[in-house]
């Protein structure tokens, strides 16, 4: 017997439907990370129009990752595609789980959230290092700058400070991002089927 946190599996959309979510979630994705800024919430909270549009499908997931970092970096200095390598791994670790029809249960909900955060903190660590050890004009994000700034000060590496900040902060973030998207999709799921019976 299969636990399912979901009626049904996520079925990938057709590509018209996911061009639309896609672009939709890809403007939604930067609304958000321009409100972040503004209230100095401490969290990245970039992702989670990425994860709502990943369960309608790849195409989906991918173009909303591409156009929320082809906003940020047209009207953020301090953005750079290579964060996209984040983003990208987000839809590929939830499209592993809700491929081919296959059920969604409380236990793949939390393996995505495990690997995304292990694999969004590596990957983090070694491309702000990158950046930082290569003097590109990057500044870390207001979420993480305090911590950065204090253990730095105190003799701590900067590959090491990329990824102790990161761990804690992904970790939230992440937890939150993944239940905001959720609740957006049964949201969405419930409008769909209300929507449906007045038809009928």
């Known amino acids: 017997k299969v636990n399912r946190l979901f009626p049904r599996a996520f079925p990938a959309s057709s590509i018209k439907v996911q061009l639309v979510l896609g672009t939709l979630c890809g403007v939604l994705n930067y609304l958000l990370i321009v409100i972040r800024e503004f209230f100095k919430i401490p969290l990245f909270l970039d992702t989670v129009f990425t994860m709502l ?3 309608y499908g790849p195409a989906a997931g991918c173009i ?4 929320s970092h082809l906003f940020a970096l047209l009207f ?3 953005s750079n595609l290579l964060w996209m390598i984040c983003s990208l791994t987000i839809v590929l670790v939830i499209r592993l789980f809700s491929r081919n029809g296959k059920p969604v249960s409380w236990t793949g909900i939390v393996w995505i959230l495990i690997l995304t955060v ?9 491309i702000a290092s990158l ?13 993480l700058s305090t911590s950065v700034f204090v253990l730095l ?3 701590v590496s900067y590959f090491a400070v990329a990824f102790l900040v990161r761990l804690p902060v992904n970790l939230i973030d992440k937890t939150v991002s993944l239940i905001l998207a959720l609740l957006v999709y049964f949201l969405a799921a419930k409008i769909r089927r209300l929507y449906s019976k007045r038809k009928e």
Do not use: H, R
């Not at 292990?118 to 070694?126: F, K, P, R, S, Y």
């Not at 950046?131 to 979420?143: R, V």
């Open 118 to 126: 292990v694999l969004i903190t590596v990957e983090g660590t070694i």
């Open 76 to 78: 953020d200095t301090n």
């Open 64 to 67: 909303a990752a591409f156009l």
């Open 131 to 143: 950046l930082y050890f290569t003097g590109a004009d990057y500044l870390e994000p207001s979420s």
């Open 53 to 55: 549009a990943s369960f």
């Open 153 to 155: 000060t105190s003799g």
